[in-house]
């Protein structure tokens, strides 16, 4: 039973849009639920085939028990945590650059960062503008209430801890207030030729992070917050003043607009902004900054009908493990957050958007090619060729193997194709590599098309095994202690 659908001329464009997405208009129904329950399976089976769904072991380099004893302390904030890939050179310096933003603060000023809605670090309110521009998630943005982790694969933890600790001079750096976490799913610990990677892998890494994390007692916090890694800045944050004083003189703030969208959440399940925001040049990142001000801004209104939320979003930790849900690691190359979001519609969990407070990212730059950056880049790009593979082998039938698709712009009576041959038919200048992507993210939009479709009904065993995570999932921690540690 082919799907019915368009190829995306403007695939690969700089827009998440469009970038991650070959597919457009395609046509589903509810006589196709158990083809597209059976879509579902196959991606699932091809991952578990390789042995790659069998836990999460995570790294820190830092005692684990000291770690849930800080964040269990009176008066933290719930932390941010940054999912990230190839840019530890950026993330120093740009943490780095953020300090020295507010040196300049408080030499010139006598002043200090207000919250992350403060643009100074950015070069705002008569500061010079960083040659690199400083990440929202800079510990010196952020304050000293709430942690900043950074989540990166096991291939790149080494380079990410090396890099971020190495001191400038004799006084603690910037980059050495970022815990570096690590990660691996323990099936694939002893496979040179594949191990599991991918958007969705990362996300859920960073999410049962979270959850192994928060603390226990009462009062303490109970969401977190997940980050690109090259979000700067988030335009129209709210914020409260106390002024003091004679004129504008800025006084004390009472509430910055993280603890402002943290306080409204209740039991929804995240909240999160204006999404599919593309990356900026510095000069557009310096322009915002130079129009910002510190005018009191509450909270905007939340959308009725709320939308896609990605690249910033605070997640109830707590709330995700009750339901023990998460984004899925099936999404290898694209679709990780739509699905997610469409199968929260699904299951009507709530969650929530504010449109007037948009994502800021900039163009950053990537490091230098390591061994462990090369190898990690070589297992997306063999589980890209293996789900291709899988989802587009055999002969044409009733049930996938394979998925098929038929061309709404092919003549009427066209036979339809595998997926594969569908991406080789419409874009023949891609390399078998890049081919092999398309069709492996066709088939992951395919599904989360699927999964946000009212007219498709999805089998609840199959969304389960999908998007939740069982309650004997083994998740353990690694960390710098030679006893301690392992939970």
């Not at 690199?132 to 900043?148: C, D, F, H, L, Q």
């Not at 609840?460 to 690694?478: E, I, K, R, Y």
């Amino acid at each position: 039973m082919p799907v019915s659908a368009r190829w995306k001329n403007n695939y690969g464009g700089p827009l998440v849009t469009s970038k991650y997405s070959p597919l457009e208009d395609i046509k589903l129904d509810t006589e196709m639920s158990a083809y597209l329950s059976e879509v579902l399976n196959l991606r699932m089976n091809t991952l578990r085939r390789l042995d790659l769904l069998q836990g999460l072991r995570l790294m820190t380099p830092n005692n684990w028990d000291e770690m849930k004893t800080r964040e269990a302390e009176a008066g933290r904030k719930p932390p941010l945590v940054v999912v990230s890939s190839g840019r530890a050179e950026w993330i120093k310096a740009g943490v780095e650059a953020a300090k020295t933003q507010l040196d300049w603060y408080s030499d010139v000023l006598g002043e200090s960062y207000e919250g992350v809605a403060d643009m100074g670090a950015l070069g705002g309110k008569g500061a010079g503008a960083p040659e690199v521009m400083p990440p929202i998630y800079a510990p010196s943005r952020v304050g000293e209430k709430r942690s900043v982790y950074v989540v990166v694969h096991r291939m790149e933890y080494a380079h990410y801890i090396r890099k971020l600790k190495k001191r400038l001079g004799g006084e603690k750096s910037e980059g050495e207030k970022v815990t570096v976490i690590g990660w691996q799913f323990p099936g694939s610990l002893n496979s040179q030729e594949v191990q599991m990677a991918g958007f969705g892998a990362s996300r859920f890494a960073a999410l049962e992070f979270c959850k192994k994390l928060m603390p226990d007692q009462d009062g303490a916090w109970r969401s977190a917050w997940i980050f690109d890694d090259n979000v700067v800045a988030l335009s129209n944050l709210p914020n409260e003043w106390e002024h003091e004083g004679q004129g504008n003189a800025r006084g004390r703030l009472v509430n910055d607009g993280l603890s402002l969208v943290e306080a409204a959440l209740g039991v929804n399940i995240c909240a999160g902004f204006q999404a599919g925001t593309s990356a900026e040049g510095k000069q557009a990142i310096r322009e915002l900054a130079a129009g910002a001000d510190d005018a009191p801004r509450r909270l905007p209104p939340l959308e009725q009908v709320p939308g896609l939320v990605q690249q910033a979003v605070l997640w109830n930790i707590s709330r995700l493990k009750d339901l023990n849900i998460n984004i899925s690691p099936a999404f290898i190359a694209s679709a990780e957050d739509v699905s997610f979001i469409n199968y929260l519609k699904r299951r009507e969990l709530p969650y929530q958007q504010y449109t007037q407070i948009s994502v800021r990212k900039h163009l950053a730059e990537e490091d230098a090619d390591t061994r462990g950056s090369v190898t990690l880049r070589d297992f997306r790009r063999k589980l890209a060729e293996i789900c291709a593979g899988a989802e587009s082998a055999g002969e044409q039938q009733a049930v996938p193997p394979p998925v098929t698709v038929r061309d709404l712009d092919s003549q009427e009576g066209a036979a339809a194709q595998t997926v594969r041959e569908f991406v080789a038919a419409k874009a023949p200048s891609l390399s078998a590599q890049d081919m092999d992507k398309a069709a492996c993210q066709a088939v992951e939009q395919l599904i989360a098309t699927a999964v946000g479709s009212p007219q498709v009904r999805l089998e609840d065993a199959v969304l389960n095994s999908v998007f939740g995570v069982t309650p004997t999932f083994p998740v353990n921690v690694q960390d710098s202690s030679a006893t301690g540690g392992q939970s």
